[in-house]
């Protein structure tokens, strides 16, 4: 059986790329490499005009990418998938621009990708699609008699259908949901949301965690996704030892002053600019703190060419201004704003010096910023990870302080909690997080996906717990730091079940771009 991977963005790896660590590319590029396939999508190039895609071999993946127009940048991509359904799908109907000439253009990509993949696809091929650019990509294959296994992947949050259903067309766009075998989300509250659309726009009938539209049935799941934890732990305690990194450079900077650390793409569901401000806030309660710590902000550019994300640049710059000349002395700045991309070394770096993560989201579908944080600790001295309730890590990471990142107030006394925890609560915290995150890496998330979707694993309504409670875990993996006392029932498909997805390597530069 081969696999088939569609996302928006495909990078064609140089023919002597090593895997790099870490991201989700790499997780998904080892899945290809282990049973060979194929990996379908946007070659991140704009032409004049479109054509056959560009097919490509490395060992036994094949990279198929097609350019897209700039018409066809402008509305499928920047308008209706980035201005539209990325608000929407966060909750921001305020920030939510619908055009009818940018639905019709998503749609239009949607079916010419659709046409191009159809010449590639073998019978036997199991699909799957990955994030909200590709919503209708498999109801326009089926509608060309395609009948493979089909999944598809929602990295961001599903609103409820009161929020969903502000989006004109809405119960056109969620009935393609039902073209697909397998819908894994990243949390149990966003399959209910789903799942409630579905009922509402389309008449949906639910039987546990399956649904029926019509005469399709469709399985919707969470299976939060992970990070290659066991990589970026190594990543963090190299880069101690490390002479060149940044993390050196800090240490001078920084001197014994504390850090709060923050990453993120600079985009308006991360809450930066909410987050500066609480530790503006944090700074004017507890001034005795001034001088004594730092908060390093690092918040790469992204999709500029969304005037809602120029807006933001311009305002998170204003208030970091505004902030470190009321609260700064000669010779401290509060608050350090970094806008460019880092080596995923640099990164595991900063994390590690850092005594507190903020992590702070007004909404997101996991963030693996959180998770990375944990995984660079010190064991022996960990620092404190504090985290939005409306993250979906959240719903896994209950030991995390938890805050509510539209309460300045509560996310400036969550770091004055965090820089003042003992030790010993530290550990204990830190040691729940990382045995959670070990065993629900992004090699159980890759495997646990592929195995439902390929019919190999059972179906189990149960997969993730709902919200706030921690999730159950599977029978411990290899990257486990310390293997579970009791086997315990699985927070996903039992690990026997399931076939080895390695991850190995090193990091690629820079964020993914959100594809
Ligand atoms: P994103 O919105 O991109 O992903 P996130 O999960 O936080 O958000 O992942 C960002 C990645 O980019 C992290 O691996 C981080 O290390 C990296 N990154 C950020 N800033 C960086 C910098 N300055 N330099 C280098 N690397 C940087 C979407 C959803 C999330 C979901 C993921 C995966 O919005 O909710 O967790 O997909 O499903």
């Known amino acids: 059986m081969r696999l088939v991977i569609v996302s928006n963005r495909v990078t064609i790896p140089e023919r002597s790329e090593k895997a790099a660590a870490g991201g989700l590319a790499v997780a998904l590029r080892e899945a290809l490499e282990k049973q060979g396939g194929l990996w379908f999508g946007w070659s991140g190039n704009v032409r004049e005009a479109t054509s056959a895609p560009n097919v490509v071999e490395r060992g036994n993946v094949t990279y198929a990418v097609t350019d897209l127009t700039e018409a066809e940048r402008q509305s499928y991509y920047l308008g209706f998938s980035n201005r539209a359904l990325w608000p929407l799908m966060h909750y921001r109907l305020g920030l939510t621009e619908f055009s009818r000439t940018d639905y019709a253009g998503y749609l239009a990509v949607n079916r010419r990708f659709a046409k191009a993949l159809i010449g590639l696809l073998r019978p036997d091929d199991i699909i799957w699609i990955h994030d909200y650019h590709l919503i209708p990509l498999a109801a326009e294959l089926r509608r060309r008699g395609v009948g493979n296994r089909i999944g598809y992947f929602h990295h961001i949050p599903w609103p409820p259908a009161e929020v969903f259903g502000a989006l004109p067309f809405a119960s056109t766009l969620a009935s393609t949901v039902a073209a697909y075998d397998l819908?894994?989300?990243?949390?149990?509250?966003?399959?209910?949301?789903?799942?409630?659309?579905?009922?509402?726009?389309?008449?949906?009938?639910?039987?546990?965690?399956?649904?029926?539209?019509?005469?399709?049935?469709?399985?919707?799941?969470?299976?939060?996704?992970?990070?290659?934890?066991?990589?970026?732990?190594?990543?963090?305690?190299?880069?101690?030892?490390?002479?060149?990194?940044?993390?050196?450079?800090?240490?001078?900077?920084?001197?014994?002053?504390?850090?709060?650390?923050?990453?993120?793409?600079?985009?308006?569901?991360?809450?930066?600019?909410?987050?500066?401000?609480?530790?503006?806030?944090?700074?004017?309660?507890?001034?005795?703190?001034?001088?004594?710590?730092?908060?390093?902000?690092?918040?790469?550019?992204?999709?500029?060419?969304?005037?809602?994300?120029?807006?933001?640049?311009?305002?998170?710059?204003?208030?970091?201004?505004?902030?470190?000349?009321?609260?700064?002395?000669?010779?401290?700045?509060?608050?350090?704003?970094?806008?460019?991309?880092?080596?995923?070394?640099?990164?595991?770096?900063?994390?590690?010096?850092?005594?507190?993560?903020?992590?702070?989201?007004?909404?997101?579908?996991?963030?693996?910023?959180?998770?990375?944080?944990?995984?660079?600790?010190?064991?022996?001295?960990?620092?404190?990870?504090?985290?939005?309730?409306?993250?979906?890590?959240?719903?896994?990471?209950?030991?995390?302080?938890?805050?509510?990142?539209?309460?300045?107030?509560?996310?400036?006394?969550?770091?004055?909690?965090?820089?003042?925890?003992?030790?010993?609560?530290?550990?204990?915290?830190?040691?729940?997080?990382?045995?959670?995150?070990?065993?629900?890496?992004?090699?159980?998330?890759?495997?646990?996906?592929?195995?439902?979707?390929?019919?190999?694993?059972?179906?189990?309504?149960?997969?993730?717990?709902?919200?706030?409670?921690?999730?159950?875990?599977?029978?411990?993996?290899?990257?486990?730091?310390?293997?579970?006392q009791k086997p315990r029932s699985a927070g996903g498909v039992p690990a026997r079940k399931l076939g080895p997805v390695g991850l190995r390597g090193s990091a690629p530069a820079g964020p993914q771009p959100r594809s």
């Open 183 to 484: 819908v894994g989300l990243q949390t149990q509250t966003d399959v209910t949301n789903l799942m409630g659309c579905l009922v509402a726009m389309c008449g949906a009938s639910i039987n546990g965690s399956r649904l029926r539209v019509g005469r399709r049935q469709t399985q919707v799941q969470a299976f939060p996704i992970g990070i290659d934890v066991e990589a970026f732990r190594k990543l963090a305690a190299a880069s101690v030892r490390s002479a060149t990194t940044p993390l050196k450079a800090t240490r001078q900077s920084l001197g014994e002053r504390k850090l709060v650390v923050g990453v993120d793409r600079l985009d308006y569901s991360k809450g930066i600019v909410q987050r500066l401000e609480a530790f503006g806030q944090f700074l004017r309660s507890h001034p005795d703190q001034r001088g004594r710590v730092g908060l390093l902000q690092i918040a790469p550019p992204s999709r500029s060419d969304v005037p809602e994300y120029a807006e933001l640049d311009r305002q998170s710059d204003e208030v970091a201004g505004r902030l470190n000349a009321a609260l700064g002395e000669f010779d401290w700045t509060p608050i350090r704003v970094v806008k460019k991309a880092y080596s995923r070394n640099a990164l595991a770096g900063f994390y590690r010096r850092a005594q507190v993560g903020l992590v702070t989201p007004m909404r997101d579908g996991m963030n693996l910023v959180a998770k990375e944080y944990v995984a660079a600790q010190d064991p022996a001295d960990p620092g404190v990870l504090v985290l939005s309730r409306f993250a979906g890590a959240a719903h896994q990471m209950g030991e995390a302080l938890i805050v509510n990142p539209f309460d300045t107030h509560e996310v400036a006394e969550a770091i004055r909690t965090a820089l003042a925890m003992p030790k010993s609560e530290r550990v204990r915290r830190f040691e729940k997080l990382y045995d959670t995150i070990a065993a629900t890496d992004i090699g159980w998330w890759t495997r646990s996906y592929l195995a439902v979707l390929s019919g190999a694993a059972p179906l189990e309504p149960e997969i993730v717990p709902g919200p706030d409670k921690s999730v159950k875990l599977p029978q411990g993996r290899s990257g486990s730091r310390k293997p579970p």
